[in-house]
């Protein structure tokens, strides 16, 4: 069976190596992929862009491609999967309607509160001067939100009212993130530790992966600005029977059933992003794909083979997802300026590794040389008997990685609480 992964980051990485271990797979395509998935022998990258749909739909039809798997958000919002519909090619992501969930966050907030699903009470401003007013009478820290895209950026949890004041007037009045910052939400702050729930939801079911906690912010001590993830670890220490059970009913039952009341009919990927306290769920976002760096430690975990539990998801099965014991971590290696205006072209040396796995994001190979090509360049991940351990071959292993100013934190594994 021939495979398109689209997409270029870490997280589409871990996805093309775990498919390549299935025995269904022949060819894995990667559009545009990085310079990991040019150096993995079983897949072949493709120069077209993410969201250049009709360059991806004649690659399709020219190339037997069978299954296309998503990897980002913005095709899927975008509408990939309603743009391949012609071609007899299956699409694992949801549709454009299905996608609202992440790409508009005044359309998801609606739906948790339609819904009861748990979550932090908002309100929705389409002026800036409304906005400020509002901001006048708020307790801080408050959470303000672009409602469209704005690449992981579009989300500031402001401590004080001058900090906020001057965040919606740059997204509201300068357009920072150009129309997705027309309409914002203004969030309550929850407290708690963050979860990262992903798996596969279909209209009838959600398959569960294997939980994991991301490390949102830049610096050690959960210090600093938020970045797309600096490391993971899979399980998540917070997880228990009764927190499970609590997902289940209050957050992913009412999320199917809400979908199926809306027409949506959704077959792909689901995160739910939640904030923990005493075991109880809150809703922090939905994003229609997997986490980045979550993915390249649920990959490392998964013992079923992902091509199989896709095509049985398509089918509307309930395939049972098998995991390896023990735990895996990883540490995200970034460039300096990372999550603002980061270097590029920086050259890359690795040398040998010992019981790890490099996942490549922002790499390119050019000339037969590795250069840096995006602000989080690495993921280097272990699986081990215990978080602890490894840390240890993760932590031991990072000094065989080397690019001028490059940047990660010294503290995965450790748990914080806000
Ligand atoms: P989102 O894209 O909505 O998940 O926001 C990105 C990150 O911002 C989350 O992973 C949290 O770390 C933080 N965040 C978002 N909403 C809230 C909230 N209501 N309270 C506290 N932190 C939040
Ligand atoms: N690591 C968080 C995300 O992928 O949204």
């Known amino acids: 069976m021939n495979i398109l992964v689209i997409g270029q980051g870490g997280r589409e990485h871990a996805i093309a190596w775990k498919l390549s271990q299935s025995k269904k797979a022949s060819k894995i395509f990667v559009s545009p992929g990085n310079g990991g998935t040019e150096l993995e ?18 690659f399709v039809e020219h190339n037997a491609i069978e299954v296309v ?18 071609s007899n090619v299956l699409v694992f992501g949801p549709d454009k309607k299905g996608a609202r969930l992440e790409g508009s966050k005044i359309f998801s907030k609606k739906f948790l509160f339609e819904n009861n699903i748990p979550t932090g009470d908002a309100s929705f401003f389409s002026s800036s001067e409304d ?12 959470v303000l939100k672009a409602d469209g895209l704005a690449a992981g950026k579009g989300v500031l949890v402001a401590k004080k009212f001058d900090e906020a004041k001057n965040w919606v007037n740059e997204v509201m009045n300068n357009l920072k993130f150009g129309d997705a910052g027309s309409n914002i939400v203004i969030e309550e702050c929850l407290f708690g530790t963050e ?12 398959i569960p992966f294997e939980t994991s906690l991301d490390y949102k912010p830049l610096l050690d001590g959960n210090k600093g600005p938020n970045t797309g993830g600096m490391g993971c670890i899979a399980p998540s220490p917070l997880i228990n029977e009764s927190l499970k059970k609590n997902i289940f009913e209050m957050v992913v039952k009412p999320t199917i059933n809400g979908l199926r009341n809306i ?4 077959f792909g990927f689901m995160y739910f992003g939640l904030m923990i306290k005493n ?39 309930e395939p049972k997802i098998t995991w390896n014991k023990g735990a895996n971590l990883g540490v995200v290696i970034a460039s300096a300026g990372y999550p603002n205006n980061y270097q590029r072209n920086k050259l890359i040396k690795l040398s040998r590794f010992d019981g790890v796995k490099l996942f490549h994001a922002g790499t390119k190979i050019v000339e037969g040389k590795l250069i840096t090509n995006g602000g989080r360049v690495f993921s280097l991940n272990a ?17 065989n990685v080397y690019f001028e100013d490059m940047i990660f934190r010294k503290d995965i594994g450790e748990v914080y609480e806000s």
Do not use: H, W
């Open 131 to 142: 906005a400020i007013k509002y901001l006048k009478n708020s307790i801080f820290p408050i």
């Open 69 to 86: 798997i998503v990897g980002p958000e913005d095709p899927l919002v975008n509408g990939i999967k309603d743009y391949l519909s012609e």
């Open 263 to 266: 027409g949506v009919n959704y």
């Open 41 to 58: 022998s079983d897949c072949t990258n493709v120069e077209i862009d993410t969201n250049d749909f009709s360059s991806i739909k004649n």
């Open 383 to 399: 699986s081990s008997k215990t978080i602890k351990s490894c840390k240890e071959a993760v932590y031991t292993n990072i000094k």
């Open 195 to 206: 979860l990262s729930y992903m798996g596969i939801l279909t209209p009838d079911s959600f």
């Open 279 to 317: 075991d109880i769920p809150k809703v922090l976002e939905f994003n229609c794909r997997l986490g980045d760096p979550e993915t390249q430690c649920l990959m490392m975990q998964m013992k079923s083979d992902l091509l199989d539990i896709i095509l049985q998801a398509l089918e509307r099965g």
